[in-house]
């Protein structure tokens, strides 16, 4: 039993997830979006760049601040303020409209951990946002899902 125990426990060890340190994920952003910024202070980084959902849609400057041992949080930047859909007196689907705090996901699912790349991840999922939200502008229906 106790060598059982051990054996799993050396086991989980192994496969414990590596947590991706924050230069590098600066440098794989900076490697996608050569032309974004970065700045890396007290165990954060703070990721600055132009994204566009569509070839028609026009570039948004997001920011996202990831503190280390926290979840990556992303802002709209430009245009500020973002447009609403006609009627409407806020965002769908943000954590606060006025700072234009996007959700692009439910962190209580982890659905992001630190073994993940900011720039496969959290980057696509602004960019569907910002999508969601054009069409959600032209129609007034979200299609983004999520929960509210």
Same mark, same amino acid.
């Given at each position: 039993?106790?060598?059982? =125990?051990? @054996?799993?426990?050396? $086991?989980?060890?192994?496969?414990?997830?590596? /947590?991706?340190? =924050?230069?590098?994920?600066?440098?794989? #952003?900076?490697?996608? $979006?050569?032309?974004?910024?970065?700045?890396? &202070? @007290?165990?954060? =980084?703070?990721?600055?760049?132009?994204?566009?959902?569509?070839? #028609?849609?026009?570039?948004?400057?997001?920011?996202?601040?990831?503190? &280390? !041992?926290?979840?990556?949080?992303?802002?709209?930047?430009?245009?500020?303020?973002?447009? @609403?859909?006609?009627? !409407?007196? &806020?965002?769908?689907?943000?954590?606060?409209? /006025?700072?234009?705090? #996007?959700?692009?996901?439910?962190? &209580?699912?982890? /659905?992001?951990?630190?073994?993940? $790349?900011?720039?496969?991840?959290?980057?696509?999922?602004?960019? !569907?946002?910002? =999508?969601?939200?054009?069409?959600?502008?032209?129609?007034?229906?979200?299609?983004?899902?999520?929960?509210?």
């Amino acid at each position: 039993m106790v060598v059982s =125990l051990l @054996l799993h426990t050396i $086991f989980m060890v192994m496969i414990k997830k590596q /947590e991706i340190s =924050l230069m590098i994920q600066a440098l794989k #952003l900076q490697s996608y $979006f050569p032309d974004s910024k970065y700045s890396i &202070r @007290l165990n954060t =980084l703070v990721w600055k760049g132009h994204i566009q959902p569509t070839c #028609l849609s026009p570039k948004y400057l997001i920011k996202v601040v990831y503190h &280390r !041992e926290s979840h990556p949080n992303v802002y709209v930047l430009a245009p500020k303020p973002l447009t @609403l859909a006609k009627g !409407e007196t &806020r965002l769908k689907h943000v954590y606060n409209t /006025e700072k234009q705090h #996007l959700c692009i996901y439910y962190k &209580r699912a982890k /659905e992001w951990d630190e073994s993940q $790349f900011i720039a496969d991840t959290i980057i696509p999922w602004t960019s !569907e946002w910002l =999508l969601h939200y054009e069409i959600w502008v032209a129609t007034g229906i979200w299609h983004g899902g999520g929960i509210h």
